[in-house]
């Protein structure tokens, strides 16, 4: 059995001449993408599965999570059950089919994932119900990423925004190391909740799931946990609009030759809405992950 460091893949760090060329910054990409799974949700996953006593474990996920989660329990030897939305990227449900694990799928505009997470939570006896980011567990997982850019001398890191639990862990991870990068947040204009709450001094929820092309950051809230982290542990919050995110997915693949998906490109998308922010500042971007769906790439190139 591996622990957590010696389970997961160190971030791999991109320095593409023709994307600073273009934005005329000096810009490090921080790619998730070649982590287990696909997304820096390994890193989560697998310290809540190592960690945790029980054979079994639910969890609600729009599939980042949940594949991560499937992986880290196939390795562990442990069952794992995901409720994903129907309209979850098909590449995603089939990794967490593929890893294993049940999978159960929602209409999300009539039942809320977390609903019918605790419906099931009934019928399966002694079953962990893990959340994809309000969770201890997960936090520190995600920290491992901050422990890794704290190595570097950054002036700003962005990192994407859904539920909170990725910018919480590398915000936990720079506080560990004394890091005094500026830390900030990119999040989708139509999921903008967190950038909300931010601006209100609590946690303001989205009414219903919001449907941004980020499909990794629809969700209702930040959780509590993340919360706590976030609220003095983010310089700020850029909200990104879908526009944006799709430009900055073709960038990624245009001018730095990587495949990410929509959510991952929430950090480039927040310094294509304000350029002269970064002037004279060494930036990294965290790409959270390449887990997209064929078709829906297709037509974002073909944008």
């Not at 693949?253 to 929509?262: D, T």
Request: net charge negative; with cysteine; glycine share 8%.
């Amino acid at each position: 059995m591996k622990t957590l460091l010696e389970a997961i893949r160190p971030t791999t760090f991109i320095e593409s001449e023709k994307l600073k060329t273009f934005t005329n910054l000096d810009l490090t990409i921080a790619s998730e993408t070649f982590q287990h799974t696909g997304s820096f949700k390994f890193r989560a996953a697998y310290n809540l599965a190592l960690n945790v006593p029980n054979d079994e474990i639910l969890t609600a996920s729009s599939g980042n999570f949940g594949q991560a989660l499937a992986y880290a329990c196939q390795l562990l030897n442990k069952k794992c059950t995901v409720v994903m939305p129907e309209n979850s990227a098909k590449v995603k449900i089939e990794a967490v089919v593929n890893y294993g694990a049940t999978v159960d799928l929602v209409d999300t505009q009539t039942v809320g994932r977390n609903e019918r997470v605790l419906q099931l939570a009934t019928q399966i006896p002694n079953v962990y119900v893990a959340s994809a980011y309000d969770d201890l567990l997960v936090i520190e997982g995600n920290s491992t990423l901050g422990d890794e850019l704290s190595a570097s001398d950054f002036d700003v890191i962005i990192s994407p925004v859904g539920g909170g639990g990725l910018a919480s862990g590398i915000s936990k991870g720079l506080c560990r190391n004394g890091h005094q990068a500026k830390l900030i947040g990119a999040e989708p204009l139509l999921a903008n909740d967190a950038a909300r709450s931010l601006r209100a001094g609590k946690i303001v929820p989205n009414e219903t799931e919001p449907q941004t092309i980020a499909d990794g950051a629809r969700t209702i809230s930040l959780g509590k946990h993340n919360w706590a982290i976030l609220q003095n542990g983010l310089t700020e919050i850029i909200e990104v609009s879908d526009e944006k995110i799709i430009e900055a997915t073709r960038f990624l693949f245009a001018l730095a030759n990587l495949k990410c998906e929509p959510t991952g490109a929430l950090s480039l998308g927040a310094v294509l809405e304000n350029r002269e922010k970064f002037a004279d500042r060494k930036v990294c971007l965290v790409v959270s992950g390449g887990n997209v769906d064929t078709e829906i790439y297709r037509r974002i190139l073909d944008f």
